[in-house]
C-alpha cells in the first residue's frame, strides 16, 4: 500500500505500458505497477500476460469503455479507504483513445492523489519519427468510422495549419486515405504501422502512394496516419474588397469562412467583412 501520513486516501496511478515490445517499459512503471494494491485494467486477460512477463501478482480489476462511470466510482471507494490503484490500458497511455478520463476526472473530484507516468503511446512515437519540421501538431485520435461523417471530419480539416495525428484501425485505413486524397488533395503523409514490433514500417510519402498500399492489401496492423497541411497560396490584395475578391476567385472556401479569416488577418470585425462580401460574391 502507497499511502503517507498527510494524505490518508490512496493515489491513483496512470500507467503506461508498451505498444508492442515488451522492453518498452519504464523502472518507474514496473516498481509502481508491483506496488500498487490493485490495477485496474482495460482488459484483464491483457494485462495478466504482461505482468507475469514481469513477474508481478497486483490483483486486477476490469475498467473498461462500457462500465467507465459505474467502474470508476468503484475504483474511487477503493481509493478513498486509502488503497493506490494504477491504472493500465491495453497498449500505450491510459485516456489516450483509450478508457481513462472518467476515473481520472472522478479522483480530482473527488480530491484524490493524482500521479501520472511518462511513457509509451503510439502517438509521440509516430511523431518523433516523421521528420516533419513544423511548430505543433493537432492530434484527433480515431476519426468517425462512418463515411459522411467521416468526410465531414476531414473538411473541417482542410485549412489547419499544423499536421493532424490519427489513428485508424487497419480495416478502415484505405477508406480514411481515399477520402483524406478526395478532400485534401495530394499531401505529404506518414505512415507509422506495426511500431516497436516486428514488421514496424514507417513511410513518408504522398497521399496517392499510400492509398495504393492500402488498397494492395499492404496495411496489415495497426497504424498512425499524420496528414501534413496543405500549400499555402500566396494571398493577393490589400483592401477588404480586393482580398474578398481574390478569395472568392482562388479558394474554395465559403462565404463565412473567406469573412472569418479577412478578419482575422486585418483585426475587423467581422460582421463588417461579411457584409460586404454579400455584396461582392455573386458579381
Ligand atoms: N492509448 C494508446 C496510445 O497511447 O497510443 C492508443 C490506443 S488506441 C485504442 C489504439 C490505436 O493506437 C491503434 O488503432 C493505432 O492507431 C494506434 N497504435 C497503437 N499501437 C500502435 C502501434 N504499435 N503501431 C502503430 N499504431 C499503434
Avoid at 52 to 68: A, D, F, M, Q
Avoid at 124 to 141: E, Q
Avoid at 215 to 237: A, D, H, M, Y
Avoid at 256 to 277: E, F, H, N, P
Wanted: proline share 5%; with cysteine; net charge neutral.
Amino acid at each position: 500500500m502507497i499511502t503517507t501520513a498527510q494524505n490518508p486516501q490512496g493515489t491513483l496511478y496512470i500507467v503506461p505500458t508498451p505498444i508492442g515490445n515488451l522492453e518498452d517499459i519504464t523502472l518507474r512503471a514496473i516498481r509502481i505497477l508491483r506496488e500498487v494494491d490493485l490495477i485496474g485494467a482495460e482488459d484483464t486477460r491483457h494485462t495478466k500476460k504482461l505482468l507475469n512477463h514481469l513477474g508481478i501478482s497486483t490483483p486486477l480489476i476490469s475498467y473498461y469503455r462500457e462500465k467507465e462511470v459505474q467502474r470508476g466510482a468503484e475504483i474511487i471507494d477503493i481509493l478513498k479507504t486509502g488503497k493506490s490503484v494504477a491504472l493500465v490500458s491495453d497498449a500505450g497511455t491510459p485516456a489516450i483513445s483509450d478508457p481513462g478520463s472518467v476515473l481520472v476526472g472522478l479522483a480530482h473530484d473527488n480530491g484524490i492523489k493524482i500521479v501520472p507516468l511518462p511513457g509509451p503511446s503510439a502517438l509521440t512515437t509516430a511523431l518523433s519519427a516523421t521528420g516533419f519540421d513544423y511548430t505543433g501538431f493537432l492530434f484527433l485520435g480515431f476519426p468517425p468510422s462512418k463515411k459522411g461523417q467521416r468526410q465531414k471530419f476531414l473538411s473541417s480539416l482542410a485549412n489547419c495549419d499544423y499536421p493532424v495525428v490519427i489513428y485508424e484501425s487497419p480495416r478502415r485505413v484505405t477508406a480514411l486515405l481515399a477520402d483524406a486524397l478526395d478532400i485534401f488533395g495530394n499531401r505529404q503523409t506518414f505512415w507509422a504501422r506495426e511500431l516497436t514490433k516486428r514488421f514496424e514500417e514507417l513511410q513518408r510519402a504522398d497521399l496517392l502512394t499510400l492509398y495504393e498500399k492500402g488498397v494492395s492489401g499492404k496495411n496489415r496492423g495497426e497504424f498512425v496516419l499524420i496528414i501534413c497541411p496543405g500549400e499555402k497560396e500566396e494571398v493577393e490584395g490589400d483592401t477588404v474588397e480586393e482580398l474578398i475578391t481574390w478569395y472568392r476567385d482562388n479558394a474554395e472556401l465559403s462565404l463565412k469562412d473567406v469573412s472569418k479569416r479577412i478578419a482575422s488577418d486585418l483585426g475587423i470585425s467581422r460582421s463588417q467583412v461579411y457584409q460586404k462580401a454579400l455584396e461582392l460574391w455573386h458579381k
